[in-house]
């Protein structure tokens, strides 16, 4: 490779897909809303919204383009060419040269093996004491597909057991939660299947058994998403996106549940009447029994989304799962933005109801709450002067929901402090498994965390087949952090500041003791304020491009501490929100999206966690290589979170995780890249079943047609 090869192959924006495997374009610049409505941004726009990529980098215009672009500008340039210099060698060389300074340079990944054994089926199951992950692999045997599935599918139960003597010695009894108003039709429940496809791969970071998911079962969509109106006709009350499906073991799936007619739903009502059902559950008392905390799970969507019957059914389980059969841990929200400020929706009720109804379903408008940034500039008056701006990249206004979509869930959470957590969910995230499972378990896993090391240990991928368990990671971990002299984070950070200052740090967030002298007992059994799905870094130590987007601060000192998570998903306790609410509001400061809420966590000495939920990789990777780029990169450009972003396109979960939506679509039944479909999975072991999975980001989705 050439120098001036090498140096362009440090730009991703250089470089183009030359698999014969293409996933979905994704946006090319650091952005965790990938799906919303951020026109006003100069670095967005219409094709980035449909999923094709942007260059987010000035080089970035100049090398990157599509093939067929390429094709035309290259040709055109070669007519031209041949036209001016009449038909000469001179043109001819000249075309040779820009052909090959085109050349594609291959990302150092895209030679590892592709992993398959995601897609083998139900007709391929083995109990999970007898599965073998894909990467152990040694023999080239076939998968074993039977003529039907070898297990009977199960009911998936994660709730503790309401009725037990030993829940109501400590509980107030849950009550029978319903879908409609005449009680016809009682939560549903929903079913997996006792074991795992032949050849699986494993995760390559995160683990089930450490957050709380059962390891040992998978979920295929009849199962799945059946009893949310997948498998039945419409006029039944269902959704028909089974027809074209392949059917293998369907009958024992379908015989399990009760087809809910969804026709006439109203989910907000229905959730409102199972928390007045379960009210005392959530009361403190006079009696002995413990306070079950509630937690609103807020979907950040706007007007002009496009709900699709594919994504009714993913709405529908959340709700269900969430909110319904937990007897009202959750309610789910609608936070819709108002993109047009014209409308007045705070000055109207019939322009609000109207714009409200024009905006969601019908099913979910008794659970929808309106915002606009115009009401947010109302409501946050600032000021927030440009030059308390330490660098503002995407030169957008700061009241524009792509710096500042934080302001709406701050708002929000004023408007209901009556929950304790909240759940900043994206529309285009997408999960496998079961919604309580998941939130629950890893709301446990946070609570038992010790802080001590705890930031540390978050700012890092915990890749177990390199790392070994949790402890053996968690131990690198400290080894390292006194290897290297860094001072850990122990408690609230105290920084330079002028003009407003800051607020005064809460109490108990006060360490009780040294570090030196606490044997990681801090904090177990405290729930923690910050939760994220990636790793926690020091944006200062990378060239992430929106590390500086920092206002509010005297930009004459030190800039301040900061952390950041890329994708603003993540739960947020109250007092947290509480307090990125004050810091806008009486000191004026404010972060990039994916900074705030960690950085003021940071400053503030709140508990703050990256959940290690399991991310597969399309590929082989090599451990030892995934663990150099991961975690210990070598220059600031280089980190996973800068320009070596593209180490994730491979990747379920991430900003630009093309795997993400085509393993999606494939689970759903859909043709992808030219494989997968009825007939493909009939021919082989029949439909797709995956464990638990986080996906991000989904831009489409479809099934077999």
Known sequence: MGPIKAALSLIPSYRRSGSNIAYQELPSHDISNANSPLVESPIMSDSWRKGISVPRRRLGSIFRTSPRRLATITFAVFVTLVLFAGGSFRARDYYVERTKAAERIPYHWEAYPRLSGFYNGVRSLVKYSDWVPEQQVVSTDKIEAHKEPPFDPILVNPYPDFGSDEYLKEHHPAQTCYVDDNEKYPAPDVFAYPGIPAGMAAPHWGSYESIGTAPDRCFERFGRFGPYGYSYKSSEGGLGLSKDSAHSGVDKIQEKFTKVDYRNVNWGKAQKTCFEKNRKRFEV????????????????????????????????????????????????????????????????????????????????????????????????????????????????????????????????????????????????????????????????????????????????????????????????????????NEVPVWGPIEFPT???????????????????????????????????????????????????????????????????????????SRRLLNTMHE????????????????????????????????????????LDVMDKIFNYPSAPHESPFGWGEHNMQGGSFYYNAG?????????????ENGDGGKRKEESRSGRMCLRGMLYHPIKTESVEN
């Open 498 to 572: 002028s003009g407003l200052g800051m607020l005064p740090f809460p109490n108990d967030t006060a360490p009780p003791r040294t570090i030196e002298e606490d044997k990681y007992q801090w904090g177990v059994g405290e729930d923690a304020d910050l939760i994220v799905f990636d790793p926690l870094f020091d944006p200062a130590k990378t060239n992430w491009v929106f590390r500086k987007d920092v206002s509010g601060y005297d930009t004459s000192l030190e800039t301040p501490p900061r952390r950041a998570a890329i994708i603003t998903v993540a739960r947020l």
């Open 659 to 671: 795997f993400s939506g085509a393993l999606w679509r494939r689970w759903l039944g859909a043709k």
């Open 583 to 622: 810091e806008t509001y009486q000191k004026h400061h404010s972060m990039f999206p994916e900074m705030w809420p960690p950085s003021v966590a940071l400053h503030h000495g709140y508990k703050a966690a990256y959940a290690p939920h399991p991310v597969y990789f399309d590929r082989k990777w090599p």
């Open 285 to 484: 008392g006079n009696d002995a029994k413990k306070t079950v905390k509630r937690s609103a799970y807020v979907l950040r969507t706007w007007t002009g989304y496009k709900y699709t019957d594919i994504q009714l059914l993913t709405l529908r389980a959340m709700i269900n799962e969430l909110s319904l059969k937990s007897g009202g841990e959750y309610d789910v929200h609608f936070l819709v933005h108002v993109k047009d400020n014209s409308i007045p929706i705070w000055e109207s009720e019939e322009v609000y109801n109207k714009t409200l109804r024009e905006s969601v379903p019908e099913e979910f408008w008794d659970m929808t709450t309106l915002w606009s940034e115009d009401l947010m500039r109302r409501f946050y008056p600032g000021p927030f002067p440009e030059e308390d701006n330490l660098e503002n990249d995407s030169k957008s206004d700061i009241y524009g929901v792509y710096r500042s979509a934080h302001f709406a869930i701050q708002w929000f959470a004023q408007q209901h402090q009556e929950y304790e957590f909240f759940w900043n969910w994206e529309m285009d995230l997408r999960y496998t498994g079961h919604y309580y499972e998941f939130h629950n378990g890893i709301s446990n896993w946070a609570a038992e965390q010790p802080r001590k090391l705890l930031w540390e240990r978050s700012s890092r991928f915990w890749i177990p087949g390199i790392h070994g368990s949790w402890d053996q990671f968690s131990k690198l971990v400290e080894r390292e952090t006194a290897e290297r």
